[in-house]
């Protein structure tokens, strides 16, 4: 039996806590395999948001258990819409703006202001997109889904504003680079995975790579939601204080 359990907020206590349960990385091997394919995906999701729910009620680990794929994936479909929402959506924005504005360039023969405007555009794409990653929106907006169980909150401005709000901010932005530290894993094995796509590797051996950045960026996420939901309970303490 596991008795409730404060959350971590340093990543080796984070990740010591998610490898106390003897299945850890069986279950990450499985939602690797899952998230590799386009089907899986909101299974791998659905399961790090089910651990998201489970930390906030005090329960970590055991980590979620096999059960019900069908809410699964449907709450994983709803935490893969948060990602969209914040990461695709302001480059799809921008990629619009991008098209339009060039054609509007060259229809009116003003193409010496082409590349310098278009530089522009992508440069203030760019700045959005690591703005939202900084911040942390999509961790950010899976604790108010977990939460409340409201997609449409958790798509709103209310995540961005929940970002910036002290005493929330401090709090996030400590978690944010403490969650980054536990992608390392990964990262390496992104590297080898290209070096093996470089060397034009068996098939097989590339699909393993694959597999276990993958299952490493499972792992991550899990380590993630602990260190979020710490600092989301930090912040409400010193609001309650």
């Given at each position: 039996?596991y008795?409730?359990l ?10 010591a806590?998610?490898?106390r ?5 069986r279950?990450?091997?499985?939602h690797?395999?899952l ?6 995906l909101?299974?791998a999701t ?6 998201y729910?489970?930390t ?11 059960r ?6 449907l709450?994983g479909?709803?935490?893969?819409l948060i ?11 921008g990629?619009?703006?991008?098209g339009c504005v060039?054609?509007a ?7 010496a202001?082409l590349?310098?405007i278009m530089?522009?555009?992508v ?7 690591l703005?939202?990653?900084?911040i ?5 907006g899976r604790?108010?889904f977990a ?5 449409e909150r958790?798509?709103s401005i ?12 401090a709090?996030?932005?400590r978690?944010?680079?403490a969650?980054?530290?536990?992608y390392l894993?990964?990262?390496v ?7 093996l796509v ?5 098939l097989v051996?590339i699909?393993?790579?694959?597999w276990l950045l993958c299952?490493?960026?499972?792992f ?7 260190l ?9 303490r010193e609001?309650?204080a």
């Amino acid at each position: 039996m596991y008795a409730p359990l404060p959350s971590p907020t340093t990543m080796p206590a984070a990740v010591a806590l998610v490898c106390r349960d003897p299945a850890w990385w069986r279950k990450c091997l499985l939602h690797g395999a899952l998230a590799m394919t386009i089907i899986g995906l909101p299974l791998a999701t659905g399961f790090i948001m089910e651990s998201y729910d489970n930390t906030r009620r005090g329960f970590p680990i055991p980590l979620p258990p096999w059960r019900d794929w069908t809410l699964r994936a449907l709450t994983g479909i709803f935490a893969l819409l948060i990602d969209l929402a914040f990461f695709l959506l302001p480059l799809m924005v921008g990629g619009l703006t991008l098209g339009c504005v060039g054609l509007a360039l060259v229809l009116a023969a003003q193409t010496a202001l082409l590349e310098p405007i278009m530089y522009s555009i992508v440069v203030l794409m760019g700045l959005v997109w690591l703005f939202f990653f900084l911040i942390g929106v999509a961790p950010i907006g899976r604790l108010i889904f977990a939460e409340e169980g409201q997609i449409e909150r958790a798509l709103s401005i209310e995540t961005v504003r929940r970002a910036l709000q002290p005493p929330y901010r401090a709090h996030f932005w400590r978690a944010r680079w403490a969650s980054l530290a536990a992608y390392l894993p990964a990262a390496v094995i992104a590297l080898i995975t290209g070096s093996l796509v470089t060397i034009n590797a068996p098939l097989v051996v590339i699909g393993l790579a694959g597999w276990l950045l993958c299952s490493a960026g499972v792992f991550a996420q899990l380590v993630g939601a602990q260190l979020y939901v710490a600092a989301e309970r930090q912040a409400q303490r010193e609001l309650r204080a």
